[in-house]
């Protein structure tokens, strides 16, 4: 655990690089091997889109980097946060429940507050329009939502008080489990439901990208499948059943063109829901 520790204390940005460039490799080489669905479109011309809205993202984390490391450090330096103030406990149970806490406010709560506010829907549409779920999609955001994700990144290390090594550890495997549970791959079925009682599993991520309601609002997990079943928004659809993108946004011409994908927030509402 020590040299865990160490290791992400001060990895570089390199190694960050490779942990998303290798893990979309990885995945997009076992989609193509073993696919969920056989989606007849132009993958490269999919994932060109996807990739822009990923480097998009990687540029708002870089400018604002410098915010999170002053609050990461600010809380470990002020014993400020609630692992600040925890009894002395095993480092590993203190790094999950660290992880468990960034996952929370981070990214549970970030995504269901999204889903749940018009205007911030209007950002977070983008990633639902995508009607050709696999492994770039992981990644897929507007950057207005990378904005408002990084605010609750930052939100949640002031209230959990983790140490750097620690956002970086779990932004690590954030980036893997979102790729992995995006990945349009078939797991046996009783795989992956036992893989649900535990993590964001492919086809319960995959239900969250059903094109209507309620699907489209539950499974907002992350990494940990936890928060769902805590929260009551844990819901399953058999996979042969499931529709992806979103009912006001079904044609090409809207979810398959970054400038009208841009151009999506700032658009009249088409519902009640995102209007």
């Known amino acids: 655990m020590n040299d865990i520790i160490a290791y992400f204390s001060t990895i570089p940005s390199s190694h960050r690089s490779l942990i998303l460039i290798g893990g979309i490799t990885i995945f997009w080489l076992i989609e193509n091997t073993f696919p969920l669905f056989r989606m007849q479109y132009r993958k490269w011309q999919h994932a060109g889109i996807n990739f822009f809205l990923t480097f998009t993202t990687i540029i708002v984390n870089f400018v604002l980097a410098f915010i999170l490391i002053k609050t990461a450090n600010w809380t470990t330096e002020n014993n ?49 329009t995508d009607t050709w779920i696999d492994t770039t999609t992981a990644n897929r955001h507007h950057p207005g939502e990378s904005i408002i994700r990084f605010i609750f990144t930052t939100l949640g290390v002031l209230i959990v008080g983790s140490p750097m090594w620690m956002v970086f550890l779990y932004q690590s495997l954030s980036v893997i489990f979102s790729q992995f549970n995006h990945a349009n791959i078939s797991l046996p079925n009783k795989l992956d439901a036992m893989l649900s009682y535990f993590i964001i599993s492919p086809n319960m991520h995959k239900v969250h990208h059903h094109y209507i309601l309620p699907y489209t609002d539950s499974n907002y997990g992350n990494i940990f499948s936890v928060w769902d079943r805590i929260f009551g928004t844990f819901t399953t659809l058999p996979k042969e059943e499931l529709i992806y993108g979103v009912d006001t946004h079904m044609s090409s011409e809207e979810n398959n063109r970054l400038k009208n994908l841009l151009q999506i927030p700032f658009q009249k509402s088409r519902s009640a829901k995102n209007s």
């Open 80 to 128: 400020f946060g609630l692992l600040q103030w925890l009894p002395k406990i095993p480092i590993w149970l203190y790094t999950l429940i660290g992880l468990l806490l960034l996952d929370l406010i981070g990214a549970y709560l970030a995504h269901y507050i999204q889903h749940k506010i018009k205007f911030l829907w209007r950002f977070h549409i983008v990633h639902h």
